[in-house]
Structure formats: structure tokens, C-alpha cells
Nanobody
């Protein structure tokens, strides 16, 4: 069983930076898509960024050029570097790992990011 634990959220002023971490425990196999999602109050959860095989990345248009997703396979940890933060980035951020080939799908507990104007 895979468990994901996020950390690194907090309160930051607009224009500031935060780095989120997602540590995975348990057996991680190949073909897994890693991603960050966020959910703001009263809104649906949305995809922020994904990374596959440690190299192929995708980003939501709203965060392109400001956020960077990465993975350290040796540490089994995923990161989201968030720069030039805006108040509209305020949300609970969740990490996710799911398989493209099986029913495996795991979520972290979420970490709050609040950007003040």
C-alpha cells in the first residue's frame, strides 16, 4: 500500500515562493503518473501539474512559467516549486500517484497554501 504525505504549505505574500513536497512510502512501480492538484473553497479540484518517468511534465495554463514539478527517485519524493505566487493560487494542494495500466490511485491528505495580497 502506498502512502503519500505532503508538506511545505503555508502563508506567503503575493510574489513569494513556496516548495511543496510529497513523500511516498511503499512499493512504487513503473507506469505511475505523479501529479499535484489543488482545490480552492467552493471550487472543484483541478490539475496543477504532472510528471511521468521523472521527465515528461505538463502544467495547467494558469501556472505555466511559475511552477515547476520534479521528482527525486532516490528519495521517492515529488516536489512543486511555486514562484511568483498570486492570491488566486490559494487552495489546498494534494499530491496524487496513479497507474496508467492498473486501478492504483493514491492521494495525500493535502496541504494548505494561502497567498495574501
Amino acid at each position: 500500500q502506498v502512502q503519500l504525505v505532503e508538506s511545505g504549505g503555508g502563508l506567503v505574500q503575493a510574489g513569494g515562493s513556496l516548495r511543496l513536497s510529497c513523500a511516498a512510502s511503499g512499493s512504487i512501480f513503473t507506469g505511475v503518473v505523479w501529479g499535484w492538484y489543488r482545490q480552492a473553497p467552493g471550487k472543484q479540484r483541478e490539475l496543477v501539474a504532472t510528471i511521468i518517468s521523472g521527465a515528461s511534465t505538463t502544467y495547467a495554463d494558469s501556472v505555466k512559467g511559475r511552477f515547476t514539478i520534479s521528482r527525486d527517485n532516490a528519495k521517492n519524493t515529488m516536489y512543486l516549486q511555486m514562484n511568483s505566487l498570486k492570491p488566486e493560487d490559494t487552495a489546498v494542494y494534494y499530491c496524487n500517484a496513479h497507474s496508467r495500466y492498473t486501478s492504483f490511485n493514491s492521494w495525500g491528505q493535502g496541504t494548505q497554501v494561502t497567498v495574501s495580497s
